[in-house]
């Protein structure tokens, strides 16, 4: 086995995880008629092997899916009013203050009052909910692309749920920041990047890992986490459906890959857990939110080493990868190619995860059942 060693230079574009001038120079652009083109090429694939449940665990997760469709219309309560900024200050006195835990002396926050921190908060919220809609319309794209390029006829029914799902998701995200939110974000640069780089690889299981592992991972655990800190009880039924459905699109995602990932050599390996890293980068990356600082009128050079130097800081950034170490491990990532994978994942700070739970069989604990539903039991 001869694998060419890939730099961090070659593979996220920098040496150091942290260059935070590096991170920075990556800004997004304007699309000035509202659309971004990527090019795919890749192979649409018949099968003449209609065989149902050839592959009992996908077929099984099809069925489930069947059942758990809900309508993001009716299954939602629309009429709740939703104030952001009194959200904000309420997020902020129960954790004892706006800027608790991380040092602004010297910044140029030390001179904000109320005001700006409350405006800091929404526009927080505007961010986060704006990059969530993004990632959902990646996650439409890449699934509807699953169900051409997969060779598996039980793969192909099941990716073709979750297409629906994603339309589903799209919309409430939309609908939600429309309604109730105050202003919309661009998709952040290093997630488009990132979602970029899985549609425009024409091989499909790189479609899974980037998409269903590692950026449907990532928002299983993100979603969660603003599912027990927002005290808005629509966003919080929002993301209850939305993440019943996101824990059976990884699982879609671990027991397919699980499968293929047996016919790959050592090199080949090495690729994944490359494509891997990167994304997990992109995404560490995304979560600094220099288009926030932007438009707050702070440089986010001045201000991003207090954020990141926050005690609870990196531990909210390896939260965010709970879902994903787990499930690299039982791919069986982690520790191919002399183990490439657990040693990046410890420079991240994320190892620790690796032995929490993994997701190809936890949709059924995160099942919900939506009053549509209920209706026809
Ligand atoms: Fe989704
Ligand atoms: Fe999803």
Redesign the pocket.
């Known amino acids: 086995m001869t694998t060419e060693m890939s730099s961090n230079e070659d593979i996220i574009g920098r040496q150091e995880l942290d260059d935070l001038e590096s991170i920075l120079s990556v800004v997004g652009t304007d699309d000035a008629d509202g659309r971004h083109v990527v090019h795919s090429n890749y192979d649409s694939i018949f099968t003449w092997d209609y065989e149902k449940g050839a592959r009992p665990k996908l077929n099984k997760l099809y069925e489930k899916a069947k059942n758990a469709q809900w309508n993001g219309e009716t299954d939602l309560p629309w009429d709740t009013d939703v104030d952001q900024e009194k959200l904000v200050a309420e997020a902020a006195a129960a954790q004892g203050g706006h800027a608790v835990g991380f040092d602004i002396v010297g910044t140029p926050l030390e001179k904000w009052g109320d005001n700006e921190w409350i405006e800091l908060g929404v526009e927080s919220q505007n961010w986060t909910l704006s990059q969530f809609l993004h990632g959902?319309q990646g996650?439409l794209i890449c699934t509807a692309k699953i169900v051409e390029s997969v060779p598996w006829i039980d793969a192909k029914y099941y990716a073709s749920t979750q297409v629906m799902?994603?339309a589903r998701?799209v919309e409430v995200f939309a609908k939600y920041l429309d309604e109730k939110l105050s202003g919309h974000y661009p998709v952040n640069a290093h997630l488009r990047m990132l979602l970029d780089d899985i549609i425009a690889d024409s091989r499909w299981d790189m479609t899974y890992l980037g998409m269903q592992i590692m950026i449907e991972g990532l928002a299983l655990a993100a979603f969660g986490f603003m599912h027990s800190m927002t005290p808005d009880p629509l966003l919080k039924q929002l993301l209850r459906y939305?993440m019943a459905?996101?824990a059976r699109?990884v699982a879609f995602g671990v027991l397919s890959l699980q499968e293929y990932y047996q016919e790959l050599n050592a090199a080949e390996l090495r690729e994944r857990q490359e494509f891997a890293f990167e994304a997990a980068v992109r995404m560490r990356d995304r979560f600094l939110q220099q288009e926030v600082w932007d438009r707050m009128g702070i440089n986010p050079k001045e201000i991003l080493p207090a954020v990141l130097s926050a005690p609870d800081r990196n531990q909210f950034q390896a939260v965010l990868f709970s879902k994903i170490v787990p499930n690299c491990r039982k791919l069986g990532l982690l520790d191919a190619a002399d183990g490439w994978l657990r040693t990046k994942f410890t420079e991240l700070g994320v190892i620790e995860f690796e032995s929490a739970v993994d997701t190809s069989e936890e949709y059924d604990a995160m099942a919900a059942v939506p009053p549509t539903q209920r209706e026809l039991v």
Do not use: K, L, N, P
């Open positions: 959902e996650a799902d994603e998701h939305v459905d996101e699109h």
